[in-house]
């Protein structure tokens, strides 16, 4: 059963850090294209990030030194690490997974296969 499983949301402090994983079971990421997603209350899911079978990544630009995606092949996960958080960061995260070719980077929700649960950020003083 293909099944993704994000962790490490939570409420923190305006400039904190948060690390959030996405986690497979049942297949390998080594061949999928992997983004974060993100939705706000009374907004649409947005594009964060994302890593393609090869590693190349992709950021949305409101994010780039700020945000980080990587692999861990031998846990079959990839996580976020997200630093300097604003309250506009406040969403629940999502990540999902795509059967990709290398290189290939693919940022609209509609082109993904599988998704996590999603975990709540809350960025609040």
């Known amino acids: 059963q293909v099944q993704l499983v994000e962790s490490g949301g939570g409420s923190v402090q305006p400039g904190g850090s948060l690390r959030l994983a996405c986690a497979a079971s049942?297949?390998?990421?080594?061949?999928?294209?992997i983004g974060w997603f993100r939705q706000a209350p009374g907004k649409e899911r947005e594009g964060v990030s994302v890593?393609?079978?090869?590693?190349?990544?992709y950021y949305a630009d409101s994010l780039k030194g700020r945000f980080t995606i990587s692999r861990d092949k031998a846990k079959n996960t990839v996580y976020l690490q997200m630093t300097r958080l604003k309250p506009e960061d406040t969403a629940v995260y999502y990540c999902?997974?795509?059967?990709?070719?290398?290189?290939?980077?693919?940022?609209?929700?509609?082109?993904?296969?599988?998704w996590g649960q999603g975990t709540q950020v809350t960025v609040s003083s």
């Open positions: 999902a997974a795509v059967l990709a070719e290398p290189h290939t980077i693919v940022v609209v929700p509609t082109g993904y296969d599988y």
């Open positions: 049942g297949f390998t990421l080594d061949y999928y294209a």
């Open positions: 890593s393609s079978s090869d590693g190349s990544t």
